[in-house]
């Protein structure tokens, strides 16, 4: 058979070659759209199968490629249009849905479940073609672009590293840099502006910070000394960070963005550190540091859900009250690194906090690097590594030089040394007005990803980019002229009990509705009554608090969806989360609602991936709406609630309900929106799988039969009482309770854990109100450890089980997860079909740096080259410390 048809294909190909090529149809992109299909012949359903089912007519053969089509349809009406309604995806959407659903739930009978599934697989790549793509990537330049040689000469800088700062001068794309040399050359260079870089110690001695740093507003909390000297190996994060913001100009390495400003250096994450350190440390020199740094946080492994316990919330609400003199510290938050293990911001207390700037990344071609979390308390970007370029920085020693710096861990200090340029001119700002600065002038960025939405406000945002990549000039410029936003209103709902949901202070979840099939749905409705009651203005976060109890969390979905229509994605699936403990009053944030009035019917959607061996309930919810009072005279502080996370709330730890309880709400008709815009379904590759670190020592991980016997244990050791067992108790286990009164709080000297875990019993828990903490297990990560938001590093060192950064305490490094490298990776793209798969990376060769002599400077390079790095991303080593000995 074979050679029968070989000589005809090959006449064929002769015929063929003899042909002038194929002249393309005339295209009508005034009243059509037009997409390209792949189409995959093995399933057995043609093309012209496929062009019925998703409504299109087909208008040629693409080009030379075999089994390519283009295909078009009649535009539809400009509204439609307008919003951004494809019918086309959205046929390939159903299609999807119907052919994975598996059980044919959406399928009328087997065989339209069959058919589907022929067509959904002849269908292997489906893409919008975009015209104004083009034309609006490449915008013609107004005027020439800065080149870096340029700046050089303009500003006499003789730092050897900063033609390779292309964060600063970004000569190959130059509409991705921080865009702030414009402002160096009106003076702006953050003068009498301090940094508090909460970190793992500032050397004060390297010849890029000496001159900028301020030594009053330091301290080391974890060797409790006055200065924050580096001295673990991997000490080196807080340095660079620091150096990103505030290097000299002068012949050590390269330059800050904000120059002339000044840095403090807060020791917390080279070791253990205690709540009440970690509380002192986030207000630490508050009324002189303007901003805080924070590159760090809850390990970004996707399976950890963790906030700021009850005193460092506290902290932080002091720091937003009364720091600055009132005008609110400033919290900038790296979103975190774990985005390639399924993690998501809103899952971290700290970066979904209405008082954190929270910053992901994006690289120096524009692109989403598959490392940065993305959530809807994202509120900016700034760029960081990726596409195998990193940040180039100071680093340990007199003269060091980092040129491997990543990470959202260098895409905060990149938006802190912003913030510090304008808080530079403008010194009044507010915390709010930081971000609303943040909300005005952040700069879309890929318009075309799928990830951007329009929201009430007209404006646009994303979950990955936030409101868009924030740019130096445009903030400045803006923060001359901002008028001050009046003080700060709120608005608390009643909490919704559903079907009687109780959660109590064991964390012991009773009532609530079963997440059936498509989910649950509960309504709030905000009143003007309400606003003008709690003399609230205009919108600006939402946060919501939800009782869930699930076997298995990560199968969760929750999203928020406003009067106006406006839908926030407060939870998507987790591949890596097995944790049983649901969401016991958790609190989600959005910044997605920004000026949308909230007049209306809110609505919450809770669902799961409907697998047969997982289930949970629904329990109750509030919000809490934040914004711009109406009248300043009234306005108030707010005072953080201790017990806001009991179903029903406590005040004042009585049993008087804080909020008025009202009636379930519950089962508005919305059983199918579920599926349509999220990530495909986790089926059978649950996790725990080769690739899976080690569980960490949770009890909530552990079996109930490991549970029990954990707990006897526990309780012997209690009864017992032995001097020598709470030697070993402290030695090998954590303890604490979220209730200060636990008993376990009294063991001499407490080594208690940073944070309060938000994670607690199950339904049929043990009902203790306390939680084993396993440090033995602390140099793999443990839970509880607030980990660096850093460039590569660790995940060598965990997988080798030797963390040397991390730390013996619950603050420690964590991996980067910076392979970033990794070509297929969620990216921007015109109207993605679920079968178009396209690169963060544009393809184009990594940008190999211009050699730099710099004879006497010591460099940390990244010790592989971005294409080995690229090839073997598994191997963490290549992110060792290469730091020049
Ligand atoms: C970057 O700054 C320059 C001034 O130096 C300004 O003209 C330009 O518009 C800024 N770029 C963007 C994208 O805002
Ligand atoms: C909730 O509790 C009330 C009062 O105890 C009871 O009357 C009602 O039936 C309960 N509702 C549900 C759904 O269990
Ligand atoms: C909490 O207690 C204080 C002091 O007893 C009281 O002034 C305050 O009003 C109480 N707050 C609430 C919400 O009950």
Known sequence: MRLLWKPIALAALVVRAQNTPRRPAAREYDTHNYYIVEHDVQPGASIHDVAKTLGVEVVEPLGELDDHWVVRTPKLNGDLEARGFDPVLDAYHSLRDVALSGDGLEARSGQDLEFSKRLYNSIAFLERQELELREKRAPP???????????????????????????????????????????????????????????????????????????????????HEALPTPKKER??????????????????????????????????????????????????????????????????????????????????????????????????????????????????????????????????????PKY??????????????????????????????????????????????????????????????????????ARQINPHDSDWSKMASGKYYSNKYGFGVLDGWSYVQAAKTWKLVKPQAWVETPTIQISNGTMDEHKEFEGGDFIDDGGVSSTILITKEMLAQNNFEKLEHVTVRVWIDHTRRGDVEVYLESPNGIRSVLAKPRERDNAKTGFPGWEFMSVKHWG??????????????????????????????????????????????????????????????????????????????????LHGKP??????????????????????????????????????????????????????????AAAYNALPGGETMPMANITGGRREGQG???????????????????????????????RTGNAPGRSTGGLGFHSGFLDDDDPLTAAPTAGVAGGARYRDDDGLPPRTAQPVTASAVK???????????????????????????
């Open 859 to 885: 460099v940390s390079e990244p010790a592989a080259s971005p294409e080995e790095s690229s090839a073997s991303s598994e191997d963490g080593n290549l992110w060792e410390d290469a730091r020049a000995k």
């Open 683 to 740: 089926t059978d590759n649950l996790p725990h799988g080769s690739t899976t670190p080690p569980p960490p020592g949770w009890l909530s991980d552990l079996s109930k039969a490991k549970q029990n016997w954990l707990m006897g244990v526990v309780a012997v050791i209690i009864l017992l009482n032995f001097a020598g067992a709470i030697y070993y108790c402290r030695k090998h286990f954590g303890l604490w309770g979220d209730d200060p």
């Open 596 to 677: 949308e009035n909230p007049v209306g019917s809110w609505r919450i959607h809770i669902s799961d991936q409907e697998l047969e061996a997982e289930e949970g309930y629904f329990l109750g919810w509030n919000m809490q709406l934040w914004g711009e009072s109406i009248d300043p005279a009234k306005a108030k502080l707010y005072e953080i609630n201790k017990h806001d996370d009991l179903l029903p709330p406590f005040r004042n730890g009585t049993i008087t309900p804080a909020r008025p309880v009202i009636p379930p709400h519950v089962g508005d008709p919305a059983p199918t929106e579920t599926h349509t815009t």
């Open 141 to 223: 330049p107004i005027k020439p672009p800065p080149k870096s040689a340029a700046i050089v000469k303009e500003f006499n800088i003789e730092d050897p590293y900063f033609p390779r700062q292309w964060h600063l001068v970004n000569d190959e794309y130059p509409e991705n840099m921080m865009n702030v040399t414009g402002l160096w050359a009106e003076g702006i260079t953050g003068k009498g502006v301090l940094s508090g870089l909460i970190d793992d110690g500032l050397d004060y001695t390297s010849e890029d910070l000496a001159a900028n740093f301020d030594a009053k507003n330091s301290y080391d909390f974890n060797d």
């Open 372 to 441: 940065s979390e993305a959530c809807a308390a994202v509120m900016v970007v700034a760029y960081s590594s990726g596409s195998g370029n990193h940040i180039v920085t100071t680093d340990r020693g007199k003269n060091g030089c980092a040129t491997n710096h990543g990470g959202t861990s260098a895409a905060a200090p990149n938006a802190a040394g912003v913030i510090a340029l304008a808080l530079s001119v403008r010194p009044d700002l507010t915390w709010r007005d930081v971000q609303h600065l943040c909300v005005q002038t």
């Open 235 to 368: 000490d080196h994060h807080g340095t660079r960070c620091a150096g990103q913001i505030a290097a000299v100009k002068n012949r050590a390495c390269g330059i800050g963005i904000a120059y002339e400003s000044k840095v403090s250096g807060i020791r917390i994450l080279s070791g253990r550190i205690t709540t009440a350190d970690e509380a002192i440390a986030l207000n630490y020199g508050f009324q002189d540091v303007h901003l805080y740094s924070c590159s760090w946080g809850p390990r970004d492994d996707g399976t950890k859900m963790q906030g700021p316990s009850y005193i460092i919330r506290k902290a932080v609400l002091n720091g937003i009250n009364k720091g600055r003199g009132g005008k609110g510290s400033v919290f900038v938050f790296a979103s975190g690194n774990g985005a390639h293990h399924g993690d998501q911001c809103n899952f971290d207390g700290y970066t979904n906090s209405i008082y954190s700037v929270t910053v992901g990344s994006v690289d120096y071609k524009g692109l989403h």
């Open 768 to 798: 203790t109100g306390r939680r084993l903490y396993d440090v033995v297990e602390e140099e793999e990560g443990a839970d509880g450890a607030l980990a660096a938001r850093g460039p590569p590093a660790a995940s060598a060192a965990q």
